[in-house]
């Protein structure tokens, strides 16, 4: 979508991308008008499509780009090659627009880059060494946390319900189950993505990761977007301090953060 934006330099892949033309800042979150494809911050616009319309007495129905004055009739948003969000100028934006941290968490869904993370946990020793028998007590409010993200709703208690208790349920029943660590962590993701997808359709297969990630992190959230943004930005380098533990990759202020597994290694059921 952004190929048919107007602005200079578009077909020159090297050149800066363009700041919000509102805030003149990088753009966070971009979102698009939807008949001239000016693109904005999502916060921005938004904020400019309210205050246009506390000056109107009754419900817009379109609104005119900042840039061009083209009347739009939607902000599109979101988009990550295969899908997208629409909000339409005459429905409410005040339960749309989130935190900094929901969009701060929004753009490893929509980032090709947020994979990078990956490296940084040891999946294969999570799951071998049954250490998903050690409860992660930050599990609900980060699952809180990415559905708002991604449904850009906060009334979400029903979908964090629904799937935190699949993921309890799953749990629970590991004591007892005779299955090798990859059949296990192979359920465990099509449970929690046949419970996802209903709710967050294209982007269910990026969350499954994430919150696989965030299980074998053992770091609460606040630890867990650090070690994010230090992959992502690249910050990690061979002078910085750092720990390792089972292959796995820590800054060593973090390590306060995470939950202490037993030193015992947890031999797995009937492997």
């Known amino acids: 979508m952004a190929g048919v934006s ?7 892949p090297q050149a800066p991308t363009p700041p919000c033309p509102i805030c003149l800042q990088p753009i966070k979150l971009e979102a698009y008008m939807d008949r001239c494809f000016h693109s904005f ?19 817009m129905t ?23 969000q629409r909000h339409y100028v005459n429905k409410s934006f005040e339960r749309r ?12 869904y929509i980032n090709e880059t947020a994979e990078l993370t990956n490296d940084m946990f040891n999946v294969e020793q999570y799951w071998k060494r049954c ?16 559905i708002q993200t991604l449904t850009q709703d906060k009334d979400s208690d029903i ?6 208790g699949i993921a309890e349920s799953f749990f629970r029943r590991q004591g007892d189950s005779k299955a090798t660590a990859e ?9 929690i993505s046949e419970a996802a997808r209903p709710f967050l359709a294209g982007y269910t297969e990026r969350f499954v990761n994430e919150l696989e990630l965030f299980l074998v992190s ?22 910085e301090a750092s720990h390792t533990i089972d292959g796995e990759l820590y800054d060593q202020n973090l390590l306060g953060n995470c939950l202490h597994y037993l030193d015992e290694e947890i031999t797995e059921i009937a492997e």
């Open 62 to 84: 379109s609104i005119r780009c900042p840039l061009c004055k083209i009347e739009n009739l939607s902000v599109v948003y979101g988009f990550n090659g295969k899908n997208f």
């Open 218 to 239: 053992g770091l609460n959230i606040e630890a867990y977007d650090k070690v994010c943004m230090q992959r992502r930005m690249c910050k990690l380098s061979s002078g």
């Open 159 to 164: 979908i964090v319900h629904h799937i935190y």
């Open 41 to 59: 911050c999502y916060q921005c616009i938004a904020q400019w499509i309210r205050y246009v319309g506390g000056k109107h007495a009754e419900s």
């Open 97 to 108: 627009c989130l935190s900094d941290a929901h969009d701060f968490r929004m753009q490893f």
């Open 183 to 191: 059949q296990k962590r192979k359920e465990f993701r099509n449970l």
């Open 131 to 146: 250490k998903y028998f050690q409860k992660n007590i930050w599990i609900q409010e980060w699952l809180r946390r990415e």
């Open 6 to 12: 107007s602005s200079a330099g578009e077909d020159d």
